[in-house]
C-alpha cells in the first residue's frame, strides 16, 4: 500500500504519466514546491507604518507572526512611495532585528572600565535624581547682566530628528518646564 | 529654514514631492537626490520621461548626475556665484515673469535711503558693527517703516536671528494696512527693491561665474536658459536642494538665492515649481515644527530671550505683527501655555510667561559643546542622534563628553557617542583614558519604529501616522515612555518641594493615559493636545483660525492645529491614492497648514484669480461660488476675492490684498529682498567659504564676516586660508557627503549586515590627476589631514571628482568623504567629520561640511599617540608660517580702524 | 594590484577580477571588455573526487567489456582477473560520486527521474547497472554458483561498459566551459581510449604475462589513440586550447603524455617477458591516465576562469554564424508572438 | 516523439512548460531598463530579505560602487557599476554632455526560455514551474554542482556556508548547506499572486516585472525612443527568442556590449548540442566494445 504510493510520487512514473516526457516540469514538481505559500499570505496580521530612515516618508507594511516581525516592505498605497523603497527602508526588518540590537540597560560608573549591568527601574530612578540635583546645583534666576534666566545651562538634550511628533513635543515640554533650554537636534547638524 | 521662511512666510519646502512630475525642467542643487532620497525621486525620473529638463550642479559627478540630462561640476561653496549669475542673467535680459513680480513680490517696494549694499561698501551691507560683528539692520527697512524694539532686530520678525526655523517672515511691523508705505509700480525707482537687485548682481556675469564656480560658460548660460525657457505662463521649473547647501557658513544665503530666481521667474506657489527642501531624517521637520531646538517653541514660537520684555505684553507685542496671519500671535502662544500648564495658567499669572525658562543669543548644540569642553555642563541626554560621528570634529565632541558628570545615551545599538570611553581615536591615541573620566553614563536600549506608535513629518510637511507592529523586548523603550515616566518621577520627587524653582515643572500637565504592561503612554493622547481643544467642551479644534487668546483653547502646536479635528486622526488617514480623485491625494495622512499640500497656491492664479494657463492650473477663483477652489486646500482666505483691498483699520490676515498669496507676511507678498529677519545681510552675496584656498573675488571681505567662529577654542583650530603662508600645508578642497547605502553617522546601517556588505569600507573620492600629484593609487589607502585631525580612507580614483580650473590659473582639487564610518558596527573606518571645523552659518548655526580645506597624502595613518603628533605638527608647521605674516581679515582690519 | 584591490576576496569565495589599471576606475571602465575581468561562467564546484571517478568510472567501463571479450574468446585468467578489477572500481565509483555531493545524504534522488537532458543522470543509471551487473558477476564467479546468471549479468555489464566509460566525455562537455564545450567532438573519444588503455593497463598488472596480451595491446592502443586525439582536439580548440598548456593542466597534461607513452613502450617492448616491467609498464600508463584526466578536469576551471575565453570563442562563434543576443535599433526583432 | 523534437529542434517555448495543462499560467519575467537605473541596491536588499539569503561578505573592491561583485547563491539580483568617458547621449555636445557616464544594471537570472541548468540537472530538483520560470527546489537539491558550469550567465552557484534552512542530518550530511540556490523570480510570491520583491521595491522601475509579451512590446517601445533621444549604445539583450537559449525570461536594456556588464555577448544553452554529443558518445562506446573485441581475438590469433 504505502510502497504504492511511494511508487506514485515517484516522478520517473510521474513523467510518463503526466506527460511530462523530458521530467522538466510538473513532473519532477517536490512536494515543497506544490504546497508553497509566500510567507505575508500566513502573517497573523499587517500593520501601516513609515520608514524610519530618510524624509520623503515612504510607507511600509509590516507583516507580524507570533509575535514576531516576518518582513517587512512598501506599502502601495501610498501617494509618495506608492510601493517602493530604498536599500535602507527595504532593510527595515534586519535593522530592528540587527544582530547588534541592545536589549538591556548598560551602565558605566565613573572611572569604570567596563559596562556594568542596571535595572530599567533604577536607571530611571537614577536619572531623575542626577536631573534635579544637577538643576537644583547650577539654578540661575538672574544672568550676570541682571536679567531674567529661570534656567540651568548645565544640562542639555540632543536628538529628535529620528523621533517622533509627539516625542518631540514630550521632550520640549518636559525640558522647558525644568528650565532646561539646551535642546537640540540634528535640524541644526 | 529663515531662507524659505523670510522670502515666502513659512520654513517648509514649498511643493510636494509628487508634484516634480508636473514640471518641465528641475534644478538640483545642494543635493544628490538619487543617492539620498531614491523613492523621492522616482518623481524626477516621471517628469524626465515627460521630456523635462533635469539638471544637476555639484562638485561631484553622482548617481543624481547620472540620471539628469545635464550636470554642470562647480567648486564646493560656489553656488552662490553661480545663482547670482542666474539671477543677473535673467535681469540683465530682462526675462523676469513681468506680471507675477509685480504682483506678487517686493520687488516694487522702496527701501530705506540709509541703505548701503554690498557693492558700495567692498562686501559689507550697511549697519555694520565692527565691535560686535553683527549688523545693525535698521537701514535694510522698507522706507517709512518704523522699527520699534529696544533690542533692535532681534525683537522684529518672529526672532529671525535665532535659529533654523525661527525665520518666519512676519516681519514689517508697523506696515499700513498690509502695504508697504512706498512703491513704485514700474520698477524703475532707483532705491525700489528690483532695482537694488539689479546693482547688485550686475557684476556676477557668465564669465564671472565661470571663473569663480569654474564650470564653463556655455554650461552656465544652458542652465540659465534651461530655467527661463521653462518658466512663465505655461511652464515651471522648480528647485530641490538638501543640506548640500545649508552645511556651509553662507547655507542660508544660498537657499535665499535660490528663492530670489524663483520668485524673479515666478515659480512659487504653482503646480511643478517651488523649492523642495529635501530632508534627510524621518522627522527633522517634525523636530523643528514641534522643536527640539533652543531658540523655538512649537511651531515657531521665539522662546523668551534673557532680557525684560516688561512683561508678557511686551514680548507679544514684540513678536506680533499686526498684519498676516503673525496678527494672532497672542492665541498661539496663550493656547500653548494652556497645553503646557492648564489650569495652571491664567491671565492673572500672564499665563506663567514670567516663569519660562531664557535663551541667549546662541545655546545650540555647537555652544553647548564648548561649554562642556569648559566644564560648565554637567548632565546630557542624548535620544537618537550620535554627536561622536554625525556632528563636526568628532574629537571636540568626544573630548567634551568626557568631561561630564553624567550622560544618558538612548539608541538602539551602542553607537560611538556611548563608546567612546573606552573605544574612540582618542583612546587609541593616550589622549582619553577610561580610568580618568569621571563620567556616569547610562546606556538606554530604545524601541524601533515599529515598536511604538507616532507620527513622522516627512520633507513635504506631510504628518503620517506609524502603528506598532510588535511589542518592545527586554528594557527597550519609546521615548515616550522615558520622557513621560522620566517627567513622572521627578514630578513626584518634587511634590513636596516649596521651591520657587519647581513652580514650572509643578505646573507642567503631565497626564497622559497608559497601555500595556509597560505602561507606555498614548501617542494618540499626546497629538490631541498637540491639535489642540476647546477648554470646557473639550471639542477637537478644527484648525489654527479656531484659536482664541483668551485661554478658552488649548493647542501644543499652532500649524498642527486640526491634524486631529472631529476627534480623527487625521495623519493616519491611509486612502490609497488610487482611490482619490487627483494625483494630490489629500485624503492620505495630513499635511500642515490645514492639509495644504501645495503652499502660497493662490499664486498658481493670476492677480484676477484665473489660471495662468490650462497646462498649469491648479488653484483659482470661482467667481460663481464665489470662493476659492481646485485641486488643492487654498492657501487663501477661501471667501476673500482676488479683488479685495484691505480697509484703513484692517488687522492680521483681513490686512491682506485679496491679489497678496503670500498670507504669512506682513504685506502679503513674497520677498526678493529681505529687510528683516536675517543675520548676514538682505540679500545673498557671494563669500568664500570659512576655509577656502581663494580670496573672494568680488571683495576684500574674503568669507562672510557674520560667520560664527570659536577663535579661541583650542579643540577648533582653523587652516590657512586663501594665500596665507601655511595654506599650502592644506591646499585642497573637501567636502562630505552620504550614500545610498547608508544613514548619517551609521548607526541604522552599520549594524544592518545587508547594507553594511553594500559600502563596506571608508573610502575617498579623488581624480587621476590629484592621484598622480600625490601619489595615490586606486585600491590603496590615503590620509587625509586638517588642523582638526588625520583619517585615513581607501582611495577611489576616478573622473566624477573633477579638478577646477580657476580664473588665476589655479587647478583646484576636490577630495570627497562619505562620513558614515566609526568604531562600532558590523564595519568600521575614521569618521570624515574628525577633520571638520565648528564655524557655523550665522542664522542656523551649522557647520560647514560641504566646502573646508584638507591636505592628503598616501598610507595609512599613524597609529596610536603617534596620530595627534602627525596632525600637531603639520598644524604647527603651517601656523607658524602665517604667524610670520599674519593676514588679518578685513572684519578685523575694520574694528581696529573703527 | 589585484591583491591590494581585493584584500578580502577569498573571504566570501568571489574570484578577484584579473585586469589591473594604474588610472582611474572610469578610465578603466571606459575600454573595459569584461566587467572587471571577472569571471563570466562559474568554475565547477566539484572536487578530487570526480576527476577521480572519471579515472574508475573508466576502468570498470572498460574493464567488464574486456573481462567478456576474454572469456568468449577463452582467456579465463584476463577474463576472471578483468571481471575483478571492473568490480572493484565498480564499487569504488559511487563512493567517490557521494562524497562529492553537497548534501552526500540525498545521493539517492540522482534516481528521482530519468533525464535524457542530463549525462550526469544517465550515467547515474548506466553506472547502477554497469556496477550492478559487474559486481553480481563477480560475487558469483567467487562462489562459483548459477553460471547462466553470471553469464547474463557479465552480458549486461559489458555492454553497459562502454557507455559508462565514455559519458563523462559528454558531462563535462555539455557545460558552458569553453574548452570543454568546445571539445565536445573529441571528449567521448578521449575518456574511451583513456578507459581501454587504463582497464587494458591494470589487467597487465594484474595477469601473468602469458595471458595478459590482449590487455597489453589494449593499453598501446588506448595511449596511441589518446594522444592522437588530444592533438586534434588542441588544434581545433585553438586559442581556446592553450589552457592545456598553461598552469595546473599544462603540468598534468604532459605529465600524462610522458608517464602513459613510457608505460605503453615499456609494455609493448617488455611486458611479455618480465612480470616486473609489465607492472611497472602498467602502472606508469595508469598514472598516465589519471594524469589525463585531471588535465582535462583542471583545464576547465581555468578556462572558466578567464572571462576572454567566453568572450572570444562566443564573438567568434557570431562572427560565424550571425547569431547574437542582442537586439539594436535597426534591428527588427522577431514579434513577440514566439516567446510565451 | 516529442522527446526528440524538443532535442532536435528546440522551439521558442520553454521547456517542460507545456506539462502543465489547465495549471499553465501566462509566462512571466523581468525587463530591467538600465536607462533608468539609479544604482540604488534595494533590489540586492529586497531579495535578501524575501528570501532570507545570508549576507555575501564585506569586500571593499575598489570596483566602483559594486561591492558585492557578481550573481551567486548568496546575491540573486547583483548591481553592476562601470564608470565610462562617455557622453549618455549623443556626441557630447548637446543634451547629457557631462563627457562622463556611470552605467549601473541590475542582474539576475535569465530565467531561459531553453535553460541548461535545468536540463543537466540530474535530480529534477532544477524544474519549470507554471509561471514558466525555472526554479531550484530546496527539498530536492543534492549539491551535484552540475548546474553551476552547465549555466553560460553563471548565475548559480553552491552555498558553502552553514545551512540556514533544514540542515543536513549529522551521519552523512555536512555542516555546510551544499545546495545550489539562485533567483526564484520569487515563486512563492507568484503563487500568492504578489509580484517578485525586487521589483516591488524598485524605486524608478528599472525593474519591470509582468507578462513576457507584454514586457518584450514595452522593450521595443523604449528602444525605439531611446534611439530617437540619440542615447549612445542602446541595445536589448536576451530579448529575442531567436537567440541561443530562446530567449530570457529576464532580459534587458543595455547601454552597452554584454561583455562589459560581465554577460556572455552570445550565449548558447549546451543542451543545444547533446544529440550531436549522445551520437557521438554511442560512436565512441561502440567503437570501444569493438575495439576492445577486436584486440582480444586479435591475440589468439597471434
Given at each position: ?49 513609515i ?17 514576531e516581525?516576518t ?63 544637577t538643576?537644583?546645583?547650577t ?51 | ?27 538640483i ?87 548701503a ?142 528663492a ?15 523649492i ?53 500671535f ?26 519660562l ?39 571636540a ?44 553614563i ?37 521615548e ?16 513636596e ?60 502646536c ?17 486612502k ?13 495622512a ?10 502660497y ?27 476659492w ?20 483699520d484692517?488687522?492680521?490676515?483681513d ?41 573672494n ?20 583650530p ?134 573646508f580645506t ?27 608660517r ?11 582690519l575694520?574694528?581696529t580702524?573703527? | ?66 573481462s ?77 554458483k ?81 594522444g ?83 568572450v ?29 | 516523439?516529442?522527446?526528440l ?47 532570507l ?14 561591492h ?5 547563491a ?40 531553453h ?8 535530480t ?30 553563471g ?44 521589483a516591488?521595491a ?55 556590449e ?45
Open positions: 500500500m504505502a510502497l504504492s504510493k511511494l511508487l506514485d510520487s515517484w516522478p520517473v512514473l510521474r513523467q510518463l504519466r503526466e506527460g511530462d516526457p523530458l521530467g522538466l516540469g510538473k513532473a519532477v514538481q517536490s512536494p515543497r514546491s506544490q504546497t508553497l505559500v509566500p510567507r505575508i499570505d500566513e502573517a497573523e496580521h499587517v500593520v501601516h507604518s520608514c524610519p530612515y530618510c524624509a520623503v516618508g515612504c510607507g511600509q507594511l509590516i507583516y507580524v507572526s507570533d509575535g516581525i518582513h517587512i516592505e512598501g506599502d502601495p498605497a501610498s501617494p509618495i512611495s506608492r510601493g517602493r523603497l530604498c536599500p535602507k527602508g527595504q532593510a527595515s526588518k534586519s535593522f530592528v532585528q540587527s544582530p547588534l540590537r541592545e536589549y538591556k540597560v548598560k551602565y558605566r560608573r565613573p572611572y569604570g572600565t567596563q559596562w556594568e549591568e542596571l535595572s530599567l527601574d533604577d536607571a530611571m530612578d537614577m536619572i531623575a535624581e542626577r536631573i534635579i540635583k538643576r537644583a546645583d539654578w540661575e534666576w538672574k544672568t550676570e547682566d541682571g536679567n531674567p534666566a529661570n534656567r540651568t545651562m548645565a544640562i542639555g538634550n540632543l536628538g529628535g530628528a529620528t523621533l517622533d511628533n509627539e516625542e518631540n513635543y514630550l521632550i520640549k515640554k518636559l525640558m522647558t518646564g525644568l528650565g532646561i533650554v539646551q535642546v537640540e537636534n540634528q535640524a541644526r547638524i | 529654514m529663515p531662507s524659505l521662511g523670510t522670502s515666502f512666510g513659512r520654513g517648509g519646502a514649498t511643493d510636494f514631492q509628487q508634484d516634480l512630475q508636473n514640471s518641465d525642467c528641475i534644478v542643487m545642494g543635493s544628490n537626490m538619487a543617492e539620498n532620497h531614491p523613492v523621492g525621486f522616482q518623481w524626477v525620473m516621471e517628469a524626465r520621461e515627460r521630456g523635462a529638463k533635469v539638471i544637476h550642479v555639484d562638485p561631484r559627478f553622482t548617481r543624481t548626475s547620472a540620471m539628469a540630462t545635464k550636470h554642470v561640476g562647480i567648486r564646493a561653496g560656489s553656488d552662490i556665484a553661480f545663482l547670482g549669475g542666474v539671477i543677473n542673467y535673467i535681469l540683465q535680459n530682462n526675462l523676469h515673469f513681468a506680471e507675477y513680480v509685480e504682483h506678487y513680490t517686493n520687488a516694487p517696494v522702496i527701501i530705506d535711503e540709509e541703505f549694499d554690498t557693492e558700495e561698501l567692498d562686501g559689507l551691507f550697511s549697519g555694520w558693527d565692527p565691535e560686535q560683528g553683527e549688523y545693525d539692520v535698521q537701514t535694510w527697512m522698507y522706507e517709512g517703516m518704523e522699527v520699534h524694539g529696544a533690542a533692535g532686530q532681534r525683537e522684529e520678525g518672529f526672532d529671525p536671528t535665532k535659529g533654523e526655523q525661527s525665520g518666519h517672515g512676519g516681519g514689517g511691523s508697523g506696515l499700513h494696512h498690509g502695504e508697504p508705505p512706498a512703491e513704485d509700480p514700474t520698477l524703475q525707482h532707483p532705491r525700489c527693491v528690483f532695482q537694488i537687485l539689479k546693482r547688485h548682481y550686475q557684476r556676477y556675469t557668465p564669465d564671472f561665474v565661470a571663473e569663480t564656480c569654474g564650470c564653463s560658460v556655455d554650461d552656465f548660460v544652458e542652465v540659465a536658459e534651461a530655467l527661463v525657457q521653462n518658466s512663465g505662463r505655461d511652464r515651471t521649473s522648480a528647485f530641490c536642494y538638501a543640506v548640500g547647501w545649508t552645511q556651509h557658513t553662507v547655507g542660508v544665503q544660498m537657499i535665499r538665492a535660490a530670489i530666481v524663483q520668485q524673479l521667474l515666478g515659480n512659487m506657489g504653482r503646480p511643478g515649481g517651488g523642495v527642501a529635501l530632508r534627510g531624517h524621518a522627522s527633522i521637520q517634525g523636530s523643528t515644527d514641534i522643536p527640539t531646538l533652543y531658540n523655538i517653541l512649537p511651531g515657531y514660537l521665539p522662546m523668551p530671550h534673557t532680557e525684560d520684555y516688561g512683561g508678557l505684553d511686551g514680548y507679544i507685542a514684540a513678536n506680533t505683527s499686526p498684519t498676516g496671519w503673525w496678527g494672532h497672542d492665541a498661539y502662544f496663550v493656547s500653548l501655555m494652556k497645553a503646557y500648564f492648564g489650569e495652571h495658567a491664567s491671565a492673572d499669572n500672564d499665563w506663567l510667561f514670567e516663569s525658562p531664557r535663551i541667549d543669543d546662541d545655546n545650540s548644540a555647537y555652544f553647548t559643546v564648548q561649554q562642556m569642553l569648559e566644564g560648565n555642563v554637567k548632565g546630557y541626554i542624548i535620544a537618537g542622534e550620535n554627536p561622536a560621528v554625525g556632528h563636526a570634529n568628532g574629537k565632541h568626544r573630548l567634551g563628553l568626557a568631561k561630564l558628570d553624567w550622560l544618558v545615551v538612548r539608541d538602539v545599538v551602542e553607537i560611538e557617542s556611548a563608546a567612546f570611553w573606552y573605544d574612540s581615536p582618542e583612546v587609541e591615541s593616550g589622549e582619553l583614558k577610561p580610568e580618568e573620566i569621571a563620567t556616569e547610562f546606556f538606554m536600549p530604545a524601541a524601533a519604529h515599529t515598536e511604538k506608535d507616532g507620527s513622522f513629518t516627512n520633507t513635504q510637511r506631510l504628518l503620517q501616522w506609524h502603528w506598532q507592529a510588535v511589542d518592545p523586548k527586554e528594557d527597550c523603550r519609546s515616550l515612555w522615558f520622557y513621560f515616566h522620566l517627567g513622572r518621577l521627578i514630578k513626584q520627587k518634587l511634590e518641594s516649596e521651591d520657587e524653582r519647581d513652580k514650572l515643572i509643578k505646573a507642567l500637565r503631565w497626564e497622559y493615559p497608559t497601555h500595556s504592561a509597560i505602561r507606555e503612554p498614548d501617542a494618540e493622547s499626546v497629538l490631541q493636545e498637540v491639535s489642540g481643544w476647546e477648554i470646557g467642551s473639550g471639542k477637537f479644534l478644527s484648525g489654527y483660525k479656531e484659536l482664541k487668546a483668551d485661554g478658552s483653547t488649548a493647542c501644543g499652532w500649524i498642527y492645529s486640526g491634524c486631529f479635528k472631529e476627534g480623527i486622526n487625521q495623519t493616519a488617514r491611509k490609497p491614492h488610487w482611490e482619490q480623485d487627483t494625483y494630490v491625494a489629500p485624503e492620505w495630513w499635511a500642515w497648514p490645514d492639509n495644504r499640500r501645495l503652499l497656491n493662490r499664486a498658481s492664479a493670476d492677480p484676477d484669480g484665473n489660471p495662468w494657463s490650462e497646462r498649469k492650473r491648479f488653484v483659482w477663483w470661482d467667481a460663481e461660488q464665489g470662493e477652489t481646485g485641486l488643492d486646500q487654498p492657501d487663501f482666505d477661501q471667501q476673500k476675492p482676488p479683488d479685495y483691498v484691505p480697509p484703513e484692517a488687522e492680521a490676515e490686512a491682506i490684498a485679496g491679489d497678496h498669496p503670500f498670507i504669512m507676511q506682513a504685506d502679503g507678498r513674497s520677498w526678493l529682498y529681505v529687510p528683516q529677519g536675517l543675520e548676514d545681510g538682505p540679500l545673498p552675496t557671494h563669500y568664500e567659504p570659512h576655509e577656502s584656498p581663494f580670496d573675488p568680488l571683495y576684500s571681505q574674503r568669507a562672510n564676516p557674520r560667520r560664527q567662529q570659536n577663535k579661541d577654542l583650542a579643540e577648533d582653523y587652516n590657512p586660508v586663501a594665500n596665507e603662508p601655511g595654506s599650502d600645508v592644506y591646499p585642497y578642497v573637501v567636502t562630505t557627503y552620504r550614500l545610498t547605502e547608508h544613514h548619517t553617522a551609521g548607526g541604522m546601517t552599520r549594524s544592518v549586515p545587508y547594507l553594511a556588505e553594500l559600502q563596506p569600507a571608508m573610502f575617498c573620492e579623488v581624480h587621476p590627476d590629484l592621484a598622480r600629484e600625490v601619489g595615490l593609487e586606486h585600491g590603496g589607502w590615503a590620509t587625509i589631514y586638517t588642523s582638526r585631525s588625520a583619517i585615513e580612507a581607501r582611495v577611489m580614483v576616478t573622473d566624477r571628482v573633477r579638478p577646477l580650473r580657476m580664473k588665476d590659473g589655479r587647478t583646484v582639487h576636490q577630495v570627497g568623504l562619505p562620513y558614515h564610518w566609526g568604531k562600532r558596527g558590523l564595519i568600521t573606518g575614521d569618521s570624515a567629520n574628525d577633520l571638520a571645523h565648528m564655524a557655523l552659518d550665522p542664522n542656523v548655526h551649522i557647520q560647514e561640511v560641504k566646502a584638507c591636505g592628503i597624502r598616501p598610507g595609512r595613518r599613524p597609529r596610536g599617540p603617534e596620530l595627534p603628533k602627525f596632525v600637531a605638527e603639520l598644524r604647527e608647521q603651517a601656523h607658524s602665517r604667524e610670520q605674516d599674519p593676514r588679518v581679515e578685513p572684519e578685523e575694520r574694528k580702524s573703527s | 594590484m589585484r591583491e591590494k584591490l581585493h584584500p578580502l576576496s577569498d573571504l566570501n569565495g568571489k574570484p578577484p577580477g584579473t585586469t589591473s589599471w594604474s588610472g582611474s576606475i572610469t578610465e578603466a571602465g571606459t575600454d573595459m571588455r569584461s566587467y572587471y575581468g571577472r569571471p563570466i561562467v562559474k568554475e565547477p564546484t566539484w572536487t578530487w573526487e570526480i576527476p577521480a571517478y572519471f579515472f574508475t568510472g573508466g576502468l570498470a567501463g572498460a574493464s567488464s567489456v574486456l567478456s571479450a576474454a572469456r568468449i574468446s577463452g582467456n579465463e585468467t584476463l577474463a576472471r582477473r578483468a571481471l575483478y578489477i571492473g568490480a572493484v572500481a565498480d564499487l569504488v565509483s559511487p563512493a567517490l560520486l557521494i562524497s562529492d555531493l553537497g548534501r552526500p545524504e540525498r545521493f539517492h534522488h540522482m534516481l528521482r527521474v530519468v533525464k535524457v537532458t542530463s549525462p550526469m543522470n544517465l550515467g547515474s543509471w548506466v553506472l547502477l547497472v554497469n556496477g550492478g551487473a559487474t559486481t553480481t558477476a563477480a560475487a558469483l564467479q567467487l562462489l562459483g548459477w553460471k547462466p546468471l553470471r553469464i547474463a549479468a557479465s552480458a549486461v555489464a559489458a555492454l553497459a561498459g562502454p557507455p559508462l566509460a565514455t559519458y563523462t566525455g559528454v558531462l563535462v562537455a555539455d557545460t558552458a566551459i569553453p574548452v570543454w564545450h568546445e571539445g565536445r567532438q573529441e571528449l567521448p573519444w578521449i575518456f574511451g581510449a583513456s578507459a581501454a588503455a587504463s582497464a587494458g593497463a591494470m589487467a597487465a598488472m594484474f595477469v601473468p604475462p602469458r595471458d595478459a596480451g590482449p590487455a597489453r595491446r589494449l593499453a598501446v592502443a588506448g595511449v596511441l589513440a589518446e592522437a586525439l588530444m592533438q586534434a582536439m588542441e588544434l581545433r580548440l585553438g586559442k581556446i586550447g592553450e589552457v592545456y598548456h598553461e598552469g595546473e593542466a599544462g603540468k598534468f597534461s604532459s605529465a600524462a603524455k610522458g608517464l602513459a607513452l613510457a608505460g605503453a613502450a615499456l609494455l609493448a617492448r617488455r611486458g611479455r617477458k618480465s612480470r616486473t616491467s609489465a607492472v611497472l609498464g602498467g602502472a606508469l600508463v595508469c598514472a598516465g591516465e589519471v594524469c589525463l584526466r585531471w588535465s582535462v578536469y583542471k583545464a576547465g576551471f581555468q578556462s572558466a576562469r578567464d572571462p576572454k575565453y567566453v572570444e570563442s562566443q564573438r567568434r562563434r557570431a562572427e560565424r554564424d550571425g547569431t547574437k543576443a542582442t537586439t539594436k535599433p535597426g534591428d527588427n526583432p522577431a514579434p513577440p508572438s514566439r516567446g510565451a | 516523439m516529442n522527446l523534437q524538443e532535442l532536435l529542434e528546440p522551439t521558442g517555448d520553454p521547456d517542460g512548460w507545456d506539462a502543465y495543462g489547465d495549471e499553465q499560467k501566462e509566462r512571466v519575467g523581468f525587463f530591467t531598463d538600465t536607462s533608468v537605473c539609479i544604482g540604488c541596491k534595494a533590489c540586492e536588499v529586497a531579495c535578501k530579505e524575501w528570501n539569503i545570508p549576507e555575501d561578505g564585506r569586500v571593499w573592491t575598489g570596483e566602483s560602487y559594486d558585492t561583485s557578481q550573481l551567486g548568496n546575491t540573486w539580483r547583483h548591481v553592476a557599476f562601470v564608470e565610462q568617458r562617455k557622453p549618455l547621449i549623443g556626441d557630447g555636445n548637446g543634451d547629457g554632455s557631462t563627457g562622463l557616464r556611470w552605467l549601473m544594471e541590475s542582474d539576475v537570472c535569465k530565467h531561459c526560455t535553460a541548461a541548468c535545468l536540463d543537466v540537472c540530474p529534477g530538483s532544477l524544474f519549470r514551474t507554471e509561471f514558466g520560470t525555472v526554479v531550484v527546489q530546496q527539498d530536492i537539491c543534492n549539491g551535484c554542482g552540475y548546474c553551476v558550469p552547465a549555466c553560460p550567465f548565475v548559480l552557484d553552491q552555498r558553502k556556508i552553514e545551512a540556514t534552512t533544514d540542515p543536513p542530518p549529522a551521519i552523512l550530511g555536512r555542516k555546510e548547506d551544499g545546495r545550489v540556490w539562485k533567483c526564484t523570480l520569487c515563486y512563492d510570491r507568484l503563487k500568492g499572486g504578489h509580484e517578485p520583491a525586487c516591488k524598485c524605486p524608478t522601475k528599472s525593474i519591470q516585472f509582468g507578462p513576457l509579451e507584454e514586457l518584450r512590446e514595452r522593450a521595443d517601445a523604449r528602444l525605439a525612443k531611446l534611439e530617437a533621444e540619440g542615447w549612445n549604445g542602446a541595445q536589448l539583450y536576451g530579448r529575442d527568442p531567436d537567440d541561443g537559449v530562446g530567449g530570457f525570461g529576464a532580459f534587458f536594456l543595455l547601454l552597452d554584454p561583455e562589459v556588464y560581465g554577460l556572455p555577448p552570445d550565449p548558447v544553452v549546451t543542451t543545444r548540442d547533446l544529440p550531436e554529443m549522445w551520437t557521438n558518445m554511442l560512436a565512441a562506446a561502440g567503437t570501444l566494445l569493438v575495439g576492445v573485441a577486436a584486440l582480444t581475438f586479435l591475440g589468439r590469433r597471434g
